[in-house]
């Protein structure tokens, strides 16, 4: 063990650690409205609408984040028109392939996790809602909305942490995120052994975060 | 317990059947993806000019040879578990490398280039055809002035781990905005593609890669050699002191080391090299 | 189409041989993943604080460490404490893991973990009187655990371990590092090699698709075998 080694990359990968949660965050936020999205589609008695819904998520869970990342980055960076065309602004960067990649990913998850608690919301409440004279958009708002939310969360706290793992294959597109400073670091060092057992510290450090502050939010919206 | 016992007694059993069998031959490793010095056809074979190299020197040194697969990211430190005995990867000799492992003698000049596609401002930039970094003068510093005028601002895409990153960072061309990928074979698409207006690695990945692929990829600027770039490729080895000088893999090492130097000498002698080299690169790059 | 036909020209029959590769090193992860679970699941189960203490390390490390770190860390520290084990007893040699068995017990580490927490989650749902009742018919712990917890434990863990086994099956596209040639690598060196990497990313997904709708059709039947009577 090289403890100076350990010392001397703890910030560096501390700081990288930033981009990590900086593209964990972005790709969480428009993932939650994907898969919110599709999941209302899923929900809904339109069987086409249904169908697309579920080709969507079934691709996107079938396969691995890897070939995702893969074929977003170097698989349509290569195609002519796709370069020639106002897509190419964002595909071009490196960050926004990675976003838009786990964004999908995470998307189709999330679609999933609310569907089924859309699914298993008791007809009572909306029930007492329509008796109530509520609107059938208010009902959904102010009713299936909080509580699909509620019954998601321990599902969706596993997400997260699922996502922040994924996020490490953002080093495999040049991105300099916790992995990717890793690696840059053994490339100098060749000592991958230090380096990856404090980044992988770093990222456990994250998920025990993630896991109790959900832990806290299921106390405090629990019925 | 006596299902742990037996599932456990199971697995060390399992695991020390594949205690290498191939004891006695060497095994070296390469990284099958920076032709033409070793890549792969489409029959998954390693070819190129390390591949066809590594059998030839083998040949003198009299003993037989397994040419193992390991990606560029991991060759040093799998070289030091004793994955394999021997790199041939197009590795230069440099000096931060050597803190940590040897090499043999050089068995062939790399010579690093900058590339662009066609019509890139770069173009026509007006340095010498050549520099030396190590022998320095006002040439040179004259050189790395006019590329570091010509970098500023641009992305700059080379493969992790490589000289051609150490220079890109060592602050001889200002402060640069590298880009590093896993392999060449990244870098080049990526080149292709457009995310990266300039890319450094061998001359001779470009014009392969210009070659084999018809993309207008031209080759800008200086080459370089010395410095940071190194003297040269040659078989890196573990140091006989990583397993202890009187040990016997520590003998073995400093044993393999003598046999490499030997083998290359005979080859050169024998022409071997330069005709390998004209055969892949289209010139004689043997050193 | 002519780089994915079959011979020596064409990428096709590579492709299928790295499919049944990928397939290979899944099965063969996932009852690695088995035995670390048969191992560490009583741990978790127990009474003993410090068995509590090893197992609950395990899960909580390898499920909240990126998978690429810990095939990284295995690859690397894997082979040097294998050989350390050696050195003990002797055999001072390189021991040559080879890149099948390497990917297969760094994915199987991790798919281990997971399995843990299905068969834990599964014997807690057995009702508590069948304990009671082997005990009053005289079951000592061994016949218990053989004849009554470990069958319905594996009937009442099939839907989760599906997701184990798409989750495992998915993590064999990481470990490229090992060099074992699966769908992921052999794709990405026909990306490298004939600059088409749109085609052949398409395809691996492609396979992935394959791979996973094929097990969990299968995976299906057996969940409604094994609940016939119930």
Not at chain 1, 13 to 18: E, N, R, T, V
Not at chain 1, 97 to 121: D, H, M, P
Not at chain 2, 216 to 240: E, H, I, K, Y
Not at chain 3, 186 to 213: C, E, H, K, M, N
């Amino acid at each position: 063990m090289d403890f100076d080694l350990i010392i001397n990359s703890f910030p560096k990968l501390l700081f990288a650690s930033i981009t990590t949660l900086k593209l964990l965050s972005v790709s969480l936020f428009i993932g939650l409205f994907i898969g919110l999205f599709f999941s209302i589609l899923r929900v809904n008695n339109n069987i086409i609408l249904g169908k697309i819904a579920y080709g969507y998520s079934y691709t996107f869970r079938g396969t691995p984040l890897l070939v995702q990342i893969f074929i977003i980055y170097y698989g349509f960076g290569q195609v002519e028109l796709i370069r020639e065309s106002f897509l190419w602004a964002i595909l071009k960067e490196p960050y926004w392939c990675a976003v838009i990649a786990f964004a999908l990913n995470t998307g189709a998850y999330t679609s999933e996790i609310l569907r089924s608690a859309f699914q298993t919301i008791k007809p009572g409440f909306i029930e007492a809602g329509k008796s109530l004279g509520v609107p059938n958009k208010l009902i959904f708002y102010k009713i299936q909305i909080p509580i699909a939310i509620r019954q998601s969360l321990p599902a969706y706290g596993n997400e997260i942490i699922l996502m922040l793992k994924g996020t490490s294959l953002a080093s495999t597109v040049t991105l300099m995120d916790l992995t990717g400073v890793a690696k840059y670091i053994i490339s100098t060092t060749f000592k991958p052994i230090e380096v990856f057992i404090i980044a992988g510290s770093i990222y456990l450090f994250f998920t025990f975060i993630i896991h109790n502050v959900i832990k806290f939010l299921e106390k405090k919206y629990s019925f | 317990m006596n299902i742990f016992k037996k599932l456990g007694l199971g697995l060390l059993i399992s695991l020390f059947l594949t205690i290498s069998a191939n004891a006695d031959k060497i095994r070296i490793g390469t990284e099958g993806a920076y032709p033409p010095w070793n890549s792969k056809d489409a029959s998954g074979k390693l070819i190129g000019f390390e591949v066809e190299l590594a059998w030839a020197l083998c040949r003198y040194i009299g003993q037989q040879c397994v040419i193992v697969e390991q990606d560029w990211d991991g060759m040093i430190p799998a070289l030091q578990m004793r994955k394999f005995d021997a790199i041939m990867a197009g590795m230069s000799i440099t000096d931060e490398r050597k803190k940590v492992i040897t090499f043999s003698q050089g068995y062939a000049d790399e010579v690093a280039s900058l590339a662009v596609m066609k019509g890139s401002d770069l173009e026509g930039m007006e340095t010498p055809e050549g520099i030396n970094l190590s022998l320095g003068g006002s040439g040179v510093n004259k050189a790395l002035k006019t590329i570091t005028g010509a970098l500023a601002g641009k992305t700059v895409c080379t493969q992790t781990g490589t000289i051609h990153q150490n220079f890109l960072e060592s602050g001889d061309v200002g402060k640069v905005n590298v880009r590093t990928y896993k392999t060449q074979d990244d870098v080049n698409l990526d080149l292709a593609s457009g995310r990266c207006d300039v890319a450094l690695a061998a001359a001779v990945a470009f014009t392969d890669y210009a070659e084999k692929s018809g993309k207008p990829v031209v080759l800008v600027g200086p080459t370089f050699s010395g410095g940071a770039f190194g003297n040269g490729v040659g078989v890196g080895l573990r140091q006989a002191s990583q397993m202890g000088e009187d040990s016997a893999q520590g003998k073995r090492d400093a044993a393999l080391l003598k046999a490499f130097n030997k083998a290359i000498d005979q080859a050169r002698k024998d022409g071997v090299i330069s005709r390998l080299a004209i055969k892949h690169f289209g010139f004689d790059a043997s050193m | 189409m002519e780089l994915l036909s079959f011979g020596k020209t064409g990428w096709g029959d590579e492709l299928i041989v790295a499919t049944i590769m990928t397939l290979a090193v899944s099965v063969t992860a996932m009852l690695i993943g088995f035995i670390f679970a048969l191992i560490f699941t009583p741990l978790k189960l127990s009474k003993n604080k410090f068995f509590n203490l090893i197992a609950n390390f395990y899960t909580t490390i390898i499920r909240g460490v990126p998978e690429l770190l810990v095939i990284y860390l295995f690859f690397f520290g894997g082979s040097s404490a294998i050989m350390f084990v050696g050195s003990i007893f002797g055999y001072n040699d390189y021991i040559e893991i080879n890149a099948f068995l390497t990917g297969a017990f760094s994915i199987g580490i991790i798919s281990g973990a997971y399995s843990t927490e299905v068969f834990r989650g599964a014997i807690q749902s057995i009702d508590k009187g069948q304990f009671e009742a082997s005990n009053v018919l005289g079951f000592n712990k061994a016949l218990r655990f053989y004849k009554i917890i470990l069958p319905q434990m594996l009937r009442l863990s099939i839907p989760n371990l599906s997701n184990v086994w798409q989750i495992t099956l998915k993590d064999t596209s990481l470990i490229s590092v090992t060099g074992l040639v699966e769908i992921m690598r052999q794709s990405y060196i026909a990306a490298g090699s004939t600059r088409d990497p749109l085609l052949f990313y398409t395809v691996a997904a492609i396979l992935y698709l394959i791979l996973t709708f094929l097990s969990m059709k299968i995976i299906n039947r057996l969940e409604i075998k094994y609940n016939r009577g119930y």
